[in-house]
Protein backbone atom coordinates (compact mmCIF):
# COMPACT_ATOMS: atom_id res chain seq x y z
CA UNK A 1 0.00 0.00 0.00
CA UNK A 2 2.86 2.21 0.57
CA UNK A 3 4.86 1.36 -2.59
CA UNK A 4 1.45 2.73 -4.19
CA UNK A 5 0.93 6.05 -2.55
CA UNK A 6 4.71 6.81 -3.08
CA UNK A 7 4.46 5.44 -6.73
CA UNK A 8 0.91 7.80 -7.12
CA UNK A 9 2.40 10.69 -5.51
CA UNK A 10 5.68 10.50 -7.98
CA UNK A 11 3.55 10.22 -10.62
CA UNK A 12 1.74 13.01 -9.77
CA UNK A 13 4.35 15.52 -8.67
CA UNK A 14 6.48 14.30 -11.90
CA UNK A 15 3.21 15.24 -14.16
CA UNK A 16 2.76 19.03 -11.70
CA UNK A 17 6.58 19.44 -12.80
CA UNK A 18 6.68 18.74 -16.13
CA UNK A 19 3.90 21.29 -16.87
CA UNK A 20 5.77 23.93 -15.62
CA UNK A 21 8.65 22.95 -17.60
CA UNK A 22 5.81 22.98 -20.52
CA UNK A 23 4.97 26.35 -19.99
CA UNK A 24 8.61 27.39 -19.47
CA UNK A 25 9.47 26.15 -22.72
CA UNK A 26 6.89 28.07 -24.22
CA UNK A 27 7.79 31.70 -23.06
CA UNK A 28 11.42 31.27 -24.74
CA UNK A 29 11.56 33.28 -28.24
CA UNK A 30 12.89 30.14 -29.85
CA UNK A 31 11.79 26.27 -31.10
CA UNK A 32 14.15 23.18 -31.60
CA UNK A 33 14.17 22.36 -35.32
CA UNK A 34 11.95 19.37 -35.29
CA UNK A 35 8.75 21.54 -33.74
CA UNK A 36 9.24 24.01 -36.92
CA UNK A 37 7.48 21.17 -39.32
CA UNK A 38 4.81 20.35 -36.92
CA UNK A 39 3.61 23.97 -36.81
CA UNK A 40 4.18 24.38 -39.75
CA UNK A 41 2.08 21.33 -41.35
CA UNK A 42 -0.91 22.09 -38.95
CA UNK A 43 -0.94 25.68 -39.33
CA UNK A 44 -1.29 25.83 -42.74
CA UNK A 45 -3.99 23.34 -42.10
CA UNK A 46 -5.87 25.44 -40.23
CA UNK A 47 -5.03 28.93 -42.12
CA UNK A 48 -6.82 26.52 -45.20
CA UNK A 49 -10.13 27.37 -43.49
CA UNK A 50 -9.32 30.98 -41.95
CA UNK A 51 -11.21 33.46 -41.75
CA UNK A 52 -10.14 36.75 -43.41
CA UNK A 53 -11.20 40.16 -41.58
CA UNK A 54 -13.62 42.80 -43.72
CA UNK A 55 -10.99 44.67 -46.16
CA UNK A 56 -13.25 47.25 -45.41
CA UNK A 57 -12.14 47.53 -42.02
CA UNK A 58 -8.61 48.18 -42.53
CA UNK A 59 -6.56 50.59 -44.84
CA UNK A 60 -2.85 50.03 -45.51
CA UNK A 61 -0.58 53.00 -46.44
CA UNK A 62 2.65 52.16 -47.40
CA UNK A 63 5.81 54.45 -47.46
CA UNK A 64 8.07 52.23 -49.09
CA UNK A 65 9.04 54.50 -51.97
CA UNK A 66 8.41 57.54 -49.92
CA UNK A 67 11.75 58.64 -48.53
CA UNK A 68 14.21 61.06 -48.00
CA UNK A 69 18.19 61.36 -47.53
CA UNK A 70 19.38 62.86 -43.84
CA UNK A 71 22.71 62.42 -42.39
CA UNK A 72 24.33 59.45 -40.75
CA UNK A 73 26.11 60.65 -37.54
CA UNK A 74 28.38 58.19 -35.68
CA UNK A 75 28.65 57.57 -32.29
CA UNK A 76 30.71 60.96 -31.59
CA UNK A 77 28.22 63.10 -33.51
CA UNK A 78 30.12 63.95 -36.82
CA UNK A 79 28.22 63.14 -40.36
CA UNK A 80 29.84 59.78 -42.05
CA UNK A 81 27.28 59.88 -45.36
CA UNK A 82 23.56 59.75 -45.92
CA UNK A 83 20.90 57.46 -45.06
CA UNK A 84 17.11 56.84 -46.18
CA UNK A 85 14.45 57.27 -43.86
CA UNK A 86 10.28 57.85 -44.40
CA UNK A 87 9.44 61.24 -45.32
CA UNK A 88 8.49 63.05 -42.50
CA UNK A 89 6.84 65.94 -44.73
CA UNK A 90 4.70 63.45 -46.78
CA UNK A 91 3.46 61.73 -43.11
CA UNK A 92 2.79 65.77 -41.57
CA UNK A 93 1.23 66.55 -44.82
CA UNK A 94 -1.26 62.96 -44.14
CA UNK A 95 -1.57 63.46 -40.36
CA UNK A 96 -2.65 67.17 -41.01
CA UNK A 97 -5.18 66.14 -43.33
CA UNK A 98 -6.81 63.40 -41.07
CA UNK A 99 -6.42 65.88 -38.41
CA UNK A 100 -9.23 68.08 -40.30
CA UNK A 101 -11.09 65.63 -41.08
CA UNK A 102 -14.76 65.58 -39.60
CA UNK A 103 -14.63 61.14 -38.85
CA UNK A 104 -11.23 60.39 -37.73
CA UNK A 105 -9.60 56.79 -38.34
CA UNK A 106 -10.67 54.35 -35.49
CA UNK A 107 -7.18 53.81 -34.60
CA UNK A 108 -3.49 54.35 -36.47
CA UNK A 109 -0.77 52.35 -36.21
CA UNK A 110 2.76 53.69 -37.35
CA UNK A 111 5.43 51.45 -37.71
CA UNK A 112 7.97 53.94 -38.20
CA UNK A 113 10.38 54.22 -35.87
CA UNK A 114 11.42 57.77 -35.35
CA UNK A 115 15.21 57.81 -34.26
CA UNK A 116 16.88 60.33 -36.22
CA UNK A 117 16.04 64.45 -36.24
CA UNK A 118 14.98 65.78 -39.02
CA UNK A 119 13.81 69.55 -40.33
CA UNK A 120 9.94 68.94 -40.59
CA UNK A 121 10.12 67.22 -37.21
CA UNK A 122 8.30 70.19 -35.91
CA UNK A 123 5.81 69.92 -38.13
CA UNK A 124 5.03 66.62 -37.94
CA UNK A 125 5.08 66.81 -33.86
CA UNK A 126 2.39 69.36 -34.16
CA UNK A 127 -0.23 66.95 -35.72
CA UNK A 128 1.09 63.87 -33.56
CA UNK A 129 0.02 65.66 -30.72
CA UNK A 130 -3.47 66.10 -31.85
CA UNK A 131 -4.26 62.43 -32.23
CA UNK A 132 -5.34 60.48 -28.78
CA UNK A 133 -5.75 56.80 -31.36
CA UNK A 134 -1.91 56.94 -32.28
CA UNK A 135 0.80 54.42 -31.97
CA UNK A 136 4.50 54.80 -33.11
CA UNK A 137 6.66 51.95 -33.52
CA UNK A 138 9.78 51.44 -30.74
CA UNK A 139 12.54 48.86 -31.06
CA UNK A 140 15.96 47.46 -29.16
CA UNK A 141 18.96 48.43 -30.20
CA UNK A 142 22.07 45.53 -30.57
CA UNK A 143 22.43 46.14 -26.94
CA UNK A 144 18.97 45.24 -25.70
CA UNK A 145 18.13 49.05 -25.21
CA UNK A 146 14.76 50.58 -26.20
CA UNK A 147 15.12 52.92 -28.42
CA UNK A 148 12.04 55.59 -27.65
CA UNK A 149 10.72 57.85 -30.44
CA UNK A 150 12.17 60.95 -30.37
CA UNK A 151 8.83 63.06 -30.31
CA UNK A 152 8.19 62.79 -26.29
CA UNK A 153 4.60 62.12 -24.90
CA UNK A 154 3.75 60.36 -27.88
CA UNK A 155 2.31 56.91 -27.62
CA UNK A 156 4.43 54.00 -28.26
CA UNK A 157 4.38 50.32 -28.34
CA UNK A 158 7.74 47.83 -28.50
CA UNK A 159 7.45 46.60 -32.10
CA UNK A 160 10.49 44.46 -32.27
CA UNK A 161 9.02 40.48 -33.57
CA UNK A 162 11.43 38.07 -32.53
CA UNK A 163 12.73 39.05 -29.16
CA UNK A 164 16.32 36.56 -28.01
CA UNK A 165 16.02 34.54 -30.69
CA UNK A 166 18.73 32.12 -31.97
CA UNK A 167 16.45 31.36 -35.15
CA UNK A 168 15.51 32.91 -38.44
CA UNK A 169 11.98 33.54 -38.68
CA UNK A 170 9.27 34.93 -37.07
CA UNK A 171 6.81 32.15 -35.17
CA UNK A 172 6.20 33.18 -32.00
CA UNK A 173 5.03 36.31 -30.75
CA UNK A 174 5.05 37.80 -27.30
CA UNK A 175 2.94 40.55 -25.45
CA UNK A 176 5.49 42.00 -22.73
CA UNK A 177 8.32 42.06 -22.80
CA UNK A 178 10.71 42.30 -19.27
CA UNK A 179 7.48 42.03 -16.92
CA UNK A 180 6.70 45.74 -17.98
CA UNK A 181 7.15 46.76 -21.73
CA UNK A 182 3.96 46.12 -23.54
CA UNK A 183 4.78 45.33 -27.39
CA UNK A 184 2.54 47.08 -29.84
CA UNK A 185 -0.29 44.94 -30.77
CA UNK A 186 -1.20 44.66 -27.38
CA UNK A 187 -1.37 48.25 -26.59
CA UNK A 188 -3.43 48.72 -30.08
CA UNK A 189 -5.83 45.89 -28.21
CA UNK A 190 -5.73 47.85 -24.80
CA UNK A 191 -6.58 50.85 -26.84
CA UNK A 192 -9.76 49.74 -28.80
CA UNK A 193 -11.58 47.55 -26.12
CA UNK A 194 -10.78 49.51 -23.13
CA UNK A 195 -8.86 46.43 -21.40
CA UNK A 196 -6.33 46.24 -18.58
CA UNK A 197 -3.40 43.55 -18.64
CA UNK A 198 -0.78 42.17 -16.06
CA UNK A 199 1.09 39.78 -16.32
CA UNK A 200 2.22 36.46 -14.42
CA UNK A 201 4.97 34.67 -15.02
CA UNK A 202 4.29 32.84 -18.52
CA UNK A 203 0.98 33.97 -18.36
CA UNK A 204 -0.64 37.69 -19.19
CA UNK A 205 -4.23 38.40 -17.98
CA UNK A 206 -6.20 40.63 -20.84
CA UNK A 207 -9.23 42.23 -20.12
CA UNK A 208 -9.98 39.59 -17.16
CA UNK A 209 -8.90 36.60 -19.67
CA UNK A 210 -5.74 34.60 -19.11
CA UNK A 211 -3.48 34.53 -22.04
CA UNK A 212 0.32 33.43 -22.86
CA UNK A 213 3.03 35.90 -23.38
CA UNK A 214 4.35 34.20 -25.97
CA UNK A 215 2.22 32.52 -28.47
CA UNK A 216 2.38 31.19 -32.41
CA UNK A 217 0.57 33.46 -34.59
CA UNK A 218 -2.54 32.22 -36.39
CA UNK A 219 -1.95 34.25 -39.86
CA UNK A 220 -4.88 35.40 -41.18
CA UNK A 221 -3.36 37.83 -43.56
CA UNK A 222 -0.41 37.06 -45.81
CA UNK A 223 2.22 38.85 -47.66
CA UNK A 224 0.43 37.45 -50.88
CA UNK A 225 -3.11 38.63 -49.71
CA UNK A 226 -1.66 42.64 -49.50
CA UNK A 227 -0.59 41.72 -53.23
CA UNK A 228 -3.86 40.58 -54.49
CA UNK A 229 -5.72 43.66 -56.03
CA UNK A 230 -8.64 41.28 -55.80
CA UNK A 231 -8.47 40.71 -52.42
CA UNK A 232 -9.02 44.75 -51.34
CA UNK A 233 -6.37 44.59 -48.65
CA UNK A 234 -3.85 46.24 -51.02
CA UNK A 235 -1.25 49.27 -49.54
CA UNK A 236 -1.77 52.62 -51.05
CA UNK A 237 1.51 54.54 -51.40
CA UNK A 238 2.06 57.49 -49.02
CA UNK A 239 2.98 59.69 -52.23
CA UNK A 240 -0.16 58.45 -54.49
CA UNK A 241 -2.67 59.09 -51.56
CA UNK A 242 -1.73 61.81 -51.08
CA UNK A 243 -2.43 63.45 -54.49
CA UNK A 244 -5.93 63.16 -53.50
CA UNK A 245 -7.96 65.98 -52.52
CA UNK A 246 -8.22 66.10 -48.58
CA UNK A 247 -11.74 64.91 -48.08
CA UNK A 248 -11.48 61.74 -50.42
CA UNK A 249 -7.98 60.90 -48.03
CA UNK A 250 -10.49 61.77 -45.48
CA UNK A 251 -13.47 59.72 -46.40
CA UNK A 252 -10.87 56.76 -47.62
CA UNK A 253 -9.46 56.38 -43.55
CA UNK A 254 -12.74 57.34 -42.01
CA UNK A 255 -13.45 54.69 -38.65
CA UNK A 256 -10.93 52.36 -40.13
CA UNK A 257 -7.85 50.81 -38.85
CA UNK A 258 -4.92 52.00 -40.41
CA UNK A 259 -1.54 50.67 -41.41
CA UNK A 260 1.34 52.56 -42.04
CA UNK A 261 4.95 51.68 -42.35
CA UNK A 262 7.35 49.51 -45.06
CA UNK A 263 5.47 46.74 -46.66
CA UNK A 264 7.25 45.57 -49.25
CA UNK A 265 11.06 46.92 -48.80
CA UNK A 266 13.16 47.09 -45.71
CA UNK A 267 11.09 45.72 -43.21
CA UNK A 268 10.78 42.41 -44.67
CA UNK A 269 10.77 39.36 -42.16
CA UNK A 270 10.72 35.54 -42.73
CA UNK A 271 7.61 33.79 -41.08
CA UNK A 272 6.23 30.24 -40.89
CA UNK A 273 4.20 30.65 -44.34
CA UNK A 274 6.61 33.14 -46.37
CA UNK A 275 8.71 36.43 -46.08
CA UNK A 276 6.31 39.18 -44.65
CA UNK A 277 6.39 42.64 -43.51
CA UNK A 278 6.47 44.05 -40.61
CA UNK A 279 3.42 46.22 -40.47
CA UNK A 280 1.25 42.96 -41.37
CA UNK A 281 3.12 40.77 -38.34
CA UNK A 282 2.10 43.25 -35.95
CA UNK A 283 -1.59 43.39 -37.35
CA UNK A 284 -1.27 39.47 -37.75
CA UNK A 285 -0.24 39.81 -33.81
CA UNK A 286 -2.99 42.05 -33.22
CA UNK A 287 -6.12 39.79 -34.44
CA UNK A 288 -4.80 36.95 -32.91
CA UNK A 289 -5.41 38.99 -29.09
CA UNK A 290 -8.59 40.36 -30.61
CA UNK A 291 -10.15 37.18 -31.81
CA UNK A 292 -9.02 35.29 -28.55
CA UNK A 293 -5.96 32.77 -30.29
CA UNK A 294 -4.06 33.23 -27.41
CA UNK A 295 -6.81 32.54 -24.00
CA UNK A 296 -5.67 29.68 -21.93
CA UNK A 297 -8.51 27.94 -20.52
CA UNK A 298 -9.18 25.58 -17.80
CA UNK A 299 -9.80 22.61 -20.44
CA UNK A 300 -6.27 23.22 -21.76
CA UNK A 301 -4.35 22.73 -18.25
CA UNK A 302 -7.11 19.49 -17.70
CA UNK A 303 -5.80 17.61 -21.06
CA UNK A 304 -2.08 18.40 -20.18
CA UNK A 305 -2.34 17.10 -16.89
CA UNK A 306 -4.46 14.08 -18.65
CA UNK A 307 -1.62 13.34 -20.81
CA UNK A 308 1.48 14.25 -18.54
CA UNK A 309 -0.25 11.71 -15.95
CA UNK A 310 -0.53 9.09 -18.77
CA UNK A 311 3.19 9.71 -19.65
CA UNK A 312 4.79 9.89 -16.26
CA UNK A 313 3.18 6.75 -15.33
CA UNK A 314 4.90 5.44 -18.64
CA UNK A 315 8.38 7.16 -16.51
CA UNK A 316 7.64 5.22 -13.35
CA UNK A 317 5.67 2.03 -14.00
CA UNK A 318 7.66 -1.10 -15.25
CA UNK A 319 6.22 -3.25 -18.62
CA UNK A 320 3.72 -0.26 -19.33
CA UNK A 321 1.79 -0.79 -22.62
CA UNK A 322 4.70 1.25 -25.08
CA UNK A 323 7.49 -0.20 -23.40
CA UNK A 324 5.72 -3.36 -24.49
CA UNK A 325 4.95 -2.50 -27.92
CA UNK A 326 8.98 -1.42 -28.00
CA UNK A 327 9.88 -4.28 -26.72
CA UNK A 328 8.35 -6.37 -29.54
CA UNK A 329 10.63 -4.44 -32.20
CA UNK A 330 13.95 -5.99 -31.94
CA UNK A 331 16.42 -6.61 -28.35
CA UNK A 332 19.13 -3.97 -30.34
CA UNK A 333 20.00 -1.56 -27.51
CA UNK A 334 20.21 1.01 -29.69
CA UNK A 335 16.73 0.16 -31.37
CA UNK A 336 15.46 0.13 -28.09
CA UNK A 337 16.80 4.05 -27.38
CA UNK A 338 15.33 5.30 -30.75
CA UNK A 339 11.99 3.60 -30.17
CA UNK A 340 11.52 4.84 -26.26
CA UNK A 341 12.24 8.38 -27.21
CA UNK A 342 10.25 8.29 -30.59
CA UNK A 343 7.32 6.99 -28.02
CA UNK A 344 7.43 10.22 -26.12
CA UNK A 345 7.77 12.36 -28.79
CA UNK A 346 4.86 10.50 -30.87
CA UNK A 347 2.42 11.11 -27.74
CA UNK A 348 3.39 14.67 -27.03
CA UNK A 349 3.17 15.68 -31.29
CA UNK A 350 -0.41 14.06 -30.79
CA UNK A 351 -1.25 15.88 -27.77
CA UNK A 352 0.26 19.21 -29.54
CA UNK A 353 -2.21 18.22 -32.19
CA UNK A 354 -5.08 18.21 -29.83
CA UNK A 355 -4.13 21.07 -28.11
CA UNK A 356 -4.16 23.84 -31.01
CA UNK A 357 -6.93 22.44 -32.97
CA UNK A 358 -8.85 22.07 -29.75
CA UNK A 359 -7.42 25.50 -28.02
CA UNK A 360 -5.12 27.66 -30.88
CA UNK A 361 -1.63 26.50 -28.28
CA UNK A 362 1.01 24.82 -29.72
CA UNK A 363 3.63 22.55 -27.40
CA UNK A 364 7.25 22.69 -27.51
CA UNK A 365 7.45 18.84 -27.82
CA UNK A 366 11.18 18.14 -28.35
CA UNK A 367 12.78 19.13 -25.47
CA UNK A 368 9.79 17.77 -23.10
CA UNK A 369 9.97 14.47 -24.81
CA UNK A 370 13.55 14.94 -23.97
CA UNK A 371 13.20 15.12 -20.42
CA UNK A 372 10.42 12.38 -20.13
CA UNK A 373 12.80 9.89 -21.76
CA UNK A 374 15.90 11.00 -19.67
CA UNK A 375 13.45 10.35 -16.22
CA UNK A 376 12.43 6.66 -17.45
CA UNK A 377 16.08 5.96 -18.06
CA UNK A 378 17.07 7.60 -14.40
CA UNK A 379 14.34 5.67 -12.83
CA UNK A 380 15.32 2.83 -14.97
CA UNK A 381 18.96 2.70 -13.33
CA UNK A 382 17.08 3.61 -9.92
CA UNK A 383 15.22 0.45 -10.34
CA UNK A 384 18.24 -1.99 -11.36
CA UNK A 385 20.12 -0.38 -8.66
CA UNK A 386 17.06 -1.34 -5.70
CA UNK A 387 17.20 -4.86 -6.97
CA UNK A 388 20.76 -5.36 -6.94
Keep these: MVKKVVLY ?64 IDEYGFPIGNQAITDRQKLAQLFGVINSGA ?28 FDNIILSAHLNDGG ?19 GSVFDGVYKYQLIYQDSLKLTPLKVYEALEQASTRRWGPLVNVG ?31 GELLFLEDADIQEFL ?25 PLILLNAFLSIKTGDTIISVGFFLIMLVAYLYLSYMVFVEGDYMEKQVSKLGSAAVTKYLIGFASYLILLTILSIITFFLFNIHINIFFVAVIFYLSDKVVGIGRRLIKN
Design 9 to 72: SAIVVHSLLMIVFTLYLMKLPWLASDEKFLIWSTSALKFSTREVPPSEQFAFINTSYDLQLIDR
Design 103 to 130: VKPKYIFCDIHFVDATESDSMLYDELLR
Design 145 to 163: VLEAPIFKGINYGLSDYVI
Design 208 to 238: GKWTLNNFIMNYRLLQKDIADLEAGFNPVSL
Design 254 to 278: ADKIVVIGDFFENDMHETMFEVTSG
